[in-house]
């Protein structure tokens, strides 16, 4: 198994462990991190280039023996306050972060998912569902 399908394996596992059995997932992080990438080869089972996301990708993925909905949304600073309608009532959110990031982008970051967070356990509760499971990946260039 070469490099990049031990990666692509690792990733699905990941995903799939937050995933269970559920099928609405959100993929949020600030541009550049991997979203789309991550995406993609889940979807296609290797690697496609990609163009930086302007509003949102959907893909419906096989994984775990079940079929779920996926969301890729932006990271640019001005699709960001559209999150919180992309995450509201979701089955997981994976908040994807660029390893390779230096300290500014590290604390951009740690800011936007306590935001993610914040906005998600608030809709839950107004909906009186439990909150999502979140599972941050660091994706690696």
């Known amino acids: 198994?070469?490099?990049?399908?031990?990666?692509?394996?690792?990733?699905?596992?990941?995903?799939?462990?937050?995933?269970?059995?559920?099928k609405h997932i959100v993929l949020v992080g600030l541009d550049g991190s991997g979203k789309t990438t991550v995406l993609t080869r889940l979807k296609y089972r290797c690697y496609v280039a990609t163009t930086p996301t302007i509003g949102f990708n959907h893909e419906k993925v096989w994984g775990g023996g079940y079929r779920w909905s996926c969301?890729?949304?932006?990271?640019?600073?001005?699709?960001?306050?559209?999150?919180?309608s992309y995450t509201r009532a979701t089955d997981g959110i994976v908040f994807v972060v660029d390893s390779a990031s230096m300290g500014d982008m590290m604390e951009e970051a740690r800011v936007e998912l306590a935001r993610v967070l914040k906005k998600s356990r608030a809709s839950s509760v107004q909906l009186g569902m439990p909150s999502p499971p979140l599972l941050v990946l660091a994706n690696s260039r």
């Open 71 to 84: 969301w890729d949304v932006g990271g640019g600073e001005r699709l960001r306050p559209l999150w919180s």
């Open 1 to 22: 198994m070469d490099s990049w399908s031990r990666k692509r394996a690792g990733v699905a596992r990941a995903v799939e462990g937050v995933v269970k059995r559920r």
